[in-house]
């Protein structure tokens, strides 16, 4: 599929997405959004591809929804159509339940880990888009806000439930209700980010870190662990336990245990085919 607003690479087991809008520091418009879903659609078909990085061109992350998308909205403007469907959970991915069907909330649906690399700016719905990653690697020039309490808005796509999941309550409400910029290093400090690095090391870090998923780690397992965690967030224990115990059984029944076991006892690298 051709992209207009993102840009879609694959190497070694790598699918980068690239927010291409750097003129408007990347900021969200409906086509945007839909190609991002798009892309993330066609890495999970794609059985060659083990990993995918977000990130943004020029600057910034995602510098929010587009200027003028806000402006048209306020003024009561009709609303611009859709193109590319921006919510439901990705297609043979992960069945986290309705809420992580909706838009930018479909990420964790994806069943391959997702990666984000933060180059920029990450306000708004960029932000979201940063939280919605399964882990977060921050150049030292990232800054996050969630921006919707400046805007007369209220926070969107389900932040208000992920982001003290990942931060706490009380960080979690001191960034929503001030709606403050968060600069990489703080972000770090709090947990809003799992990786710091200076800017000319953010993108061979994040690539090392998907290479060594694909060369040491199942890809059945990966989606398995997705699975658990996202699900976990809202289970309570005794059904987190319940579901381990069957998928800690069908792993043991699985080719990728016997390689793995096979690659440890061999002491060389497994070669797992994710079944």
């Known amino acids: 599929m051709a992209y207009e607003d993102v840009i879609y690479e694959t190497q070694d087991g790598i699918a980068t997405i690239t927010f291409n809008r750097p003129d408007r520091m990347n900021a969200m418009t409906l086509l945007m959004g839909g190609e991002i ?42 609303r611009e159509q859709e193109t590319l469907p921006n919510a439901g959970a990705i297609d043979g991915g992960l069945d986290l339940g309705t ?79 001030s709606a403050r910029m968060v600069e990489a290093e703080e972000a770090y400090r709090i947990g809003l980010v799992d990786h710091l690095l200076e800017p000319e090391t953010l993108m061979d870090t994040a690539r090392a870190y998907a290479r060594d998923l694909i060369a040491q780690v199942s890809p059945r397992s990966t989606r398995i662990v997705k699975e658990m965690v996202y699900r976990g967030l809202d289970q309570d224990f005794a059904a987190a336990v319940d579901f381990a115990e069957t998928e800690t059984r069908a792993a043991g029944q699985s080719n990728d245990f016997k390689e793995g076991i096979a690659a440890w006892q061999e002491k060389r690298p497994p070669r797992f085919t994710g079944t």
């Open 37 to 78: 879903r798009a892309a993330l659609q066609q890495a999970s078909n794609d059985d060659a591809i083990r990993v995918i990085i977000l990130t943004g061109a020029g600057r910034g992350f995602c510098a929010g929804a587009d200027a003028a998308r806000l402006s048209n909205n306020a003024a009561g403007k009709p």
């Open 99 to 177: 809420g992580f069907a909706a838009k930018y909330s479909y990420l964790p649906t994806t069943p391959k880990p997702v990666l984000a690399a933060v180059n920029g700016a990450a306000v708004g719905v960029g932000m979201v888009l940063a939280l919605y990653a399964d882990i977060r690697f921050a150049s030292t020039k990232a800054r996050f806000s969630s921006a919707f309490a400046k805007r007369g808005l209220v926070p969107e796509y389900g932040v208000a439930w992920i982001l003290p999941r990942i931060v706490g309550p009380s960080k979690a409400m001191d960034i929503l209700l």
